[in-house]
């Protein structure tokens, strides 16, 4: 009976153990691929990381954007009406994306303070503005910004990461 009693703790425990293995790795891969909302005034107070991969969103700036004699360079200012930030595109853009328009690019922020985009994509209908956008757009008309995911959370006291 001993050994069978063995046997059967061993095979819980090992069962009990790969089942914790795959938690842990599948929140870290959850973590690692988290994409954080930042915007203008976030990334110009330097609170948004560098080297991450984020998202950053608001309207084109009128006549800032500049296409490279290639066609597919482009670089624009995104800016929430109170801080602007340099967005610099490689590719083609969206049909919609204009200058006035709302947009949301994902990249990162060189060392030169720039947004590298991977990716733009532009509102899709004249009504629609993402919610990140009209928050950001709202918080910083009231002389607000959107809070930084990288901080404290001061009601669990948990940080969470990027």
Same mark, same amino acid.
């Given at each position: 009976?001993?050994?069978?009693?063995?046997?059967?703790?061993?095979?819980?425990?090992?069962?009990?153990?790969?089942?914790?293995?795959? !938690?842990?790795?599948?929140?870290?891969?959850?973590?690692?691929?988290?994409?954080?909302?930042?915007?203008? #005034?976030?990334?110009a107070?330097?609170?948004?990381?560098?080297?991450? %991969?984020?998202?950053?969103?608001?309207?084109?700036?009128?006549?800032?954007? #500049?296409?490279?004699?290639?066609?597919?360079?482009?670089?624009?200012?995104?800016?929430? !009406?109170?801080?602007?930030? +340099?967005?610099?595109? !490689?590719?083609?853009?969206?049909?919609?994306?204009? %200058?006035?328009?709302?947009?949301?690019?994902?990249?990162?922020?060189?060392?030169?303070?720039?947004?590298?985009? +991977?990716?733009?994509?532009?509102?899709?209908?004249?009504?629609?503005? @993402?919610? %990140?956008?009209? %928050?950001?757009?709202?918080?910083?008309?009231?002389?607000?910004?959107m @809070?930084?995911?990288?901080?404290?959370?001061?009601?669990?006291?948990?940080?969470?990461?990027?």
């Amino acid at each position: 009976m001993k050994a069978r009693r063995r046997q059967r703790l061993i095979f819980v425990g090992v069962v009990l153990a790969g089942v914790a293995i795959a !938690t842990a790795l599948a929140l870290t891969a959850i973590g690692e691929n988290m994409l954080y909302f930042y915007s203008p #005034a976030q990334i110009a107070a330097g609170e948004a990381p560098r080297g991450h %991969e984020v998202r950053v969103g608001g309207l084109v700036v009128d006549g800032s954007v #500049a296409r490279q004699e290639n066609g597919l360079e482009v670089r624009f200012d995104v800016t929430d !009406t109170s801080a602007t930030v +340099r967005v610099a595109y !490689t590719g083609i853009l969206p049909d919609l994306f204009r %200058e006035g328009q709302g947009i949301v690019a994902m990249g990162k922020i060189d060392d030169a303070g720039v947004f590298q985009a +991977r990716e733009v994509l532009a509102k899709h209908d004249e009504n629609y503005m @993402p919610p %990140e956008i009209a %928050e950001a757009l709202k918080l910083a008309a009231e002389g607000g910004s959107m @809070p930084n995911p990288h901080e404290q959370n001061p009601a669990s006291g948990a940080q969470r990461k990027p």
